[in-house]
């Protein structure tokens, strides 16, 4: 209990760290640092439709947190949460063109299931060669983003083209209205309680089923796991399934809710801040969930910040930033003590 | 416990000294010291008259000492020559190359060694036995005058331990001293001027002439007398046969199962063995010359490419490891750091693993944490670990309350086969006699048990029968009373 506490103030210490870092950086550059942070309050909170916003942007990274989550929980660094995110979206936005004239319910339904099954897909690839070959799973779920952010230029740039379109950014048609689960705010009902859902099963499955303690276990020690006879292949693959999964339903809900169509490298980071977003919440879902929170409403507040003052957003971004430095600086740490066990026995 | 004690060796120039003892004797802990590659607490070593400064390996090397390791360390993604040139330190170097001078450069040196067919071939596409030579062949290069090999018969077949040994032979002709790490004793006979003995860190033997030695001798000073009170009270007290108390139902055979090496150790050739309900079954045997691969195949972590294996009656050699051990066998690993607990896991996960594994008692797959950490709390105080609570991490108990946690997890229910790996290897003398009543009860409960030990004593006071591993085959099997000296002989080769 102590021990997680510690964890948790560290965490929460590296937070405020990033905090200090950003606001003398702000001051040395000559920019007012309580105007700064007080327009990053109004656009995360207090403005108008700032909360809504901040809820949008929580959402996808929640989603594919969760995901990226479960891959590090079994072991596995599958940060290819871009790519099965994009893939998500790409076949949800087919099915739901391809079939304008079903019933809503029917092709949402269809498109979310196909969402699921593509952002799976898309990671089980670099999943298979992980678990049979031992392939690198970083170099391949990276490579694997840039091969979705590929497949969504060429849906967007050719079959599913807006011929209307003009500008310089390749986008698809609209979807039907009737398809859509949000207005334009991005925040309905529906959404939040899909993503409740998701949390509560992926809260479930990793700390009250027995496979989700085995998969722990796997991941820890993958050796121990091995002698006890928990099958670890199996337990890597259903990880990378999932968490694809995930991923691949983030980007449905993206393309249902507030998106409508899509864009041609759209939220282009949100699948590796994701990834901090895990590592911030401490791979626990709770904390993911705060987590993802902090970082929807940094990104709300990056949108709202020019409205506001005449402090460029890149202001906010780098705070984005120096939390992520000083997280993955934290996680390096950690892995290279857990790798740095007790010297092998000398015969 | 230190890894070396007071440890005075003098070695005459041009000779071939051979350096032996038991696991843990302390040997590659000596090859290191002389290497400069550890830094004694106390004590110097002197090369031709030169002091080498302790930790120093390029001291070490240009007082003119090479070592072969004993896991070879030429890089597996270079070529021979690129690899020769890399590693040997030999004068003339020069900062940029072409593959073809490289390899005019070391023709010479390479020439007429088997397995190598042409200097252009990567290295890790070469046999062991190439690899091998090629080691020597860089170190001589390197104008060294002493080397020092590090058990290089571990990994070779008989006939190229022999071009290895002529290889050797010929080094004292040019000069060259000679200190190689072996462990059997046919070899150190065939290739040695001198030998010397650690055992428990000290020397007991210092550079002896051979002829001055006979094998009796030296296995006695392997191996060291009976541990005091120990074996020999249970030479004169067998353990009751097995076939009386177990009624001779067999849980766990072998029928000539052969499998690749595991982790860098010989396979198994042809292994047969049983074990009985109500036995307790040894293993004896120099490590590495097949245990872990042995148990590794019993327990389902690697494959075997042929032959029977039958836990509790039933053919299990395609079974994946989970099935095996709802069959009820139960396993220590060798190393119960690393492959016994996940060490940041929490107790009482680490308690619950092979149940959630049987699924015994965790039937649904959603299960209910409060009553696993109840259940395992209950388990640990039943074996007496000592704990605070079970939520902190395995990592936080000592070496023996470790190995209680394990032996609670594996011995609480349904046992049929317990394969137990070095089960008290490291701990001190109250909790390896825990370990070892347990095995006894397990025993006694009607359980087989198979005990791969690398104590002696510990195992003629436990098995009711013994078997002796040698290059991956069981060569010789024992019955109590037993005999110290035929057992050492068996596990060292000798003929006598």
């Known amino acids: ?347 | 416990m230190r890894a070396l004690q007071d440890v005075n060796l003098d070695l005459a120039a041009g000779r071939i000294h051979a350096l032996v003892g038991q696991n843990g004797a302390g040997k590659t802990t000596l090859a290191r010291v002389l290497a400069g590659l550890q830094v004694p607490d106390r004590g110097r070593v002197w090369m031709m008259g030169r002091e080498i400064p302790g930790g120093n390996v390029r001291a070490a090397q240009e007082a003119g000492l090479a070592m072969v390791h004993q896991h070879f360390s030429l890089p597996p993604s270079f070529t021979v020559a690129e690899a020769l040139e890399l590693t040997a330190a030999r004068p003339g170097g020069r900062p940029v190359y072409r593959r073809g001078q490289l390899e005019r450069r070391w023709r010479r040196e390479v020439a007429g060694l088997d397995g190598i067919p042409s200097l252009s071939a990567r290295i890790r596409d070469l046999p062991v036995e190439a690899r091998q030579s090629l080691e020597i062949v860089r170190a001589s290069a390197s104008q060294a005058r002493v080397l020092l090999l590090d058990e290089p018969t571990a990994l070779l077949t008989p006939s190229s331990t022999e071009s290895l040994f002529e290889r050797l032979r010929q080094l004292p002709d040019d000069g060259i001293t000679v200190l190689v790490v072996l462990h059997k004793l046919r070899e150190v006979e065939e290739v040695a001027d001198t030998v010397s003995v650690l055992r428990d860190g000290r020397l007991i033997l210092d550079a002896v002439e051979m002829e001055e030695v006979g094998q009796g001798r030296l296995s006695d000073a392997i191996v060291g007398p009976a541990r005091a009170g120990g074996a020999a009270v249970f030479e004169g007290t067998a353990p009751s046969s097995s076939s009386s108390s177990g009624g001779g139902r067999v849980h766990l055979r072998l029928k000539g199962v052969s499998t690749a090496g595991f982790s860098a150790e010989v396979g198994l050739q042809e292994v047969g063995l049983h074990v009985e309900a109500g036995e307790i079954v040894g293993v004896a045997g120099v490590e590495g010359n097949g245990q872990r691969s042995l148990v590794s195949a019993i327990a389902g972590l690697s494959g075997v490419e042929q032959g029977e294996i039958h836990i509790g009656g039933e053919e299990a050699a395609a079974d994946p490891p989970a099935r095996r051990r709802r069959r009820g066998l139960r396993l220590v690993p060798f190393d119960r750091y690393t492959e016994g607990v996940s060490s940041s896991a929490p107790l009482w996960l680490n308690q619950s693993s092979l149940r959630l594994v049987q699924r015994s008692g965790v039937r649904r797959s959603v299960v209910s944490v409060r009553r696993l950490r109840a259940s395992a709390g209950q388990a640990l105080d039943r074996w007496r670990v000592r704990y605070q609570t079970v939520t902190q991490p395995a990592s936080s108990l000592s070496g023996g309350n470790l190995q209680r946690l394990i032996l609670s997890r594996e011995l609480d229910e349904g046992v049929e086969i317990l394969v137990a790996a070095q089960p008290t290897r490291g701990l001190d003398f109250a909790a390896a006699e825990f370990v070892r009543r347990a095995l006894v009860g397990m025993r006694d409960i009607g359980a087989g048990v198979l005990l791969v030990s690398s104590d002696l004593d510990e195992l003629f006071e436990m098995s009711d029968r013994l078997l002796v591993m040698l290059g991956g085959r069981i060569t010789a099997e024992f019955r109590p009373p037993y005999d110290r000296r035929a057992v050492g002989d068996a596990m060292t080769g000798a003929v006598r």
């Open chain 1, 1 to 347: 209990m102590i021990e997680r506490l510690a964890r948790i103030l560290s965490t929460v210490v590296w937070v405020v760290v990033a905090f200090a870092v950003t606001a003398s950086i702000l001051w040395v550059s000559g920019y007012s640092v309580t105007e700064v942070f007080s327009g990053a309050v109004q656009g995360a909170v207090t403005a108008v439709g700032a909360f809504v916003s901040t809820i949008r942007w929580t959402i996808p990274l929640f989603l594919i947190a969760l995901g990226v989550t479960i891959g590090f929980r079994a072991g596995f660094f599958n940060i290819g949460g871009q790519g099965q995110f994009y893939v998500g979206a790409c076949a949800a936005l087919v099915v739901s063109l391809g079939w304008r004239a079903g019933p809503a319910w029917l092709v949402i339904s269809a498109g979310m299931a196909a969402a699921v099954a593509a952002g799976a897909a898309w990671s089980l690839i670099p999943g298979y060669l992980r678990v049979r070959f031992g392939t690198d799973e970083v170099l391949t779920t990276l490579m694997m983003s840039f091969i979705g952010a590929l497949v969504l230029q060429y849906l967007t740039a050719g079959p599913m083209r807006n011929p209307q379109g003009t500008g310089q950014t390749a986008a698809s048609e609209r979807i039907p209205d009737a398809f859509r689960l949000t207005g334009s705010s991005g925040v309905s009902a529906a959404v939040l309680a899909a993503a409740a859902v998701a949390a509560a099963a992926v809260w479930l499955l990793l700390e009250r089923t027995r496979f989700g303690l085995s998969m722990d276990l796997a991941g820890r020690n993958p050796t121990m796991a091995r002698w006890q006879g928990i099958n670890i292949q199996k337990v890597g693959l259903v990880s990378f399934g999932l968490a694809g999964a995930l991923a691949g339903f983030a980007g449905a809900v993206e393309l249902f809710g507030p998106a409508a169509r899509l864009i041609t490298g759209f939220s282009p980071t949100v699948g590796f801040n994701a990834v901090v977003v895990a590592l911030v919440g401490m791979l626990s879902v709770p904390g993911v969930a705060l987590s993802a929170l902090f970082f929807g409403g940094l990104q709300s507040a990056i949108l709202f910040l020019p409205i506001v003052t005449d402090v460029p957003p890149p202001a906010l971004t780098l705070l984005h930033g120096m939390v992520a430095l000083l997280v993955t600086v934290r996680l390096r740490a950690r892995r290279r003590r857990a790798s740095g066990g007790p010297e092998p026995v000398e015969t």
